[in-house]
T-cell receptor
Framework: DADVTQTPRNRITKTGKRIMLECSQT?????MYWYRQDPGLGLRLIYY???????NKGEISDGYSVSRQAQAKFSLSLESAIPNQTALYFC??????????FGSGTRLTVV | LAKTTQPISMDSYEGQEVNITCSHN???????ITWYQQFPSQGPRFIIQ???TKVTNEVASLFIPADRKSSTLSLPRVSLSDTAVYYC???????????FGAGTRLAVHP
């Protein structure tokens, strides 16, 4: 199994729909992150969690919410999707050696 | 977190050594320098991390001068598969969130 698994890999949804992107990890790390990447740009931090009871907003949290259901699971929700949320979304985990491990990403298209 | 500046893009040819320099004038005493590599439609992958002087692993070398205001990622004898975006990040050691800039887009040509 991959260290970080994101589902779905690809999703097309309509404007106004609620959608959830899921992330799970097998490494037992406390710290989990959600990033967004637009074409040709770097990654921008949406939300992060340092443990199950800790949720923090990143640079661009408006329009998003998260849930840390367990140490291994961190979900990102778009309550009412809009076209400019079309992007590649990455989940990452962080261990004690400071380095991040990223998932394979979810390509989301809002039409 | 210290701001970083790196070239937007670079071109090279197979077999050449590539050096990508990152400026971080406001680096703090407890900051480490970390480089990530990203292929299209994949998540970034950790390459190397250093604090001062030189660090080398099986993939790359990282050169950090004494004042630590810049760093250079060196990729020896690049191949087409090294075509990717390379990100330089600076932040405190241990636990902390990372902020990614736009990175350097490296294109390796035959």
């Amino acid at each position: 199994d991959a260290d970080v698994t994101q589902t779905p890999r690809n999703r097309i949804t309509k404007t106004g729909k609620r959608i959830m992107l899921e992330c799970s990890q097998t490494k037992g790390h406390d710290r989990m992150y959600w990033y967004r990447q637009d074409p040709g740009l770097g990654l921008r931090l949406i939300y992060y969690s340092f443990d199950v009871k800790d949720i923090n907003k990143g640079e661009i949290s408006d329009g998003y919410s998260v849930s840390r259901q367990a140490q291994a699971k961190f979900s990102l929700s778009l309550e009412s999707a809009i076209p400019n949320q079309t992007a590649l979304y990455f989940c990452a985990i962080q261990g004690t050696n400071y380095g991040y491990t990223f998932g394979s990403g979810t390509r989301l298209t809002v039409v | 977190l210290a701001k970083t500046t790196q070239p937007i893009s670079m071109d090279s040819y197979e077999g050449q050594e590539v050096n990508i320099t990152c400026s971080h004038n406001n680096i703090a005493t407890n900051d480490y320098i970390t480089w990530y590599q990203q292929f299209p439609s994949q998540g970034p992958r950790f390459i190397i991390q250093g604090y001062k002087t030189k660090v080398t692993n099986e993939v790359a070398s990282l050169f950090i001068p004494a004042d630590r205001k810049s760093s250079t990622l060196s990729l020896p004898r690049v191949s087409l598969s090294d075509t990717a975006v390379y990100y330089c990040l600076v932040g405190p050691g241990g636990y902390n969130k990372l902020i990614f800039g736009a990175g350097t887009r490296l294109a390796v040509h035959p």
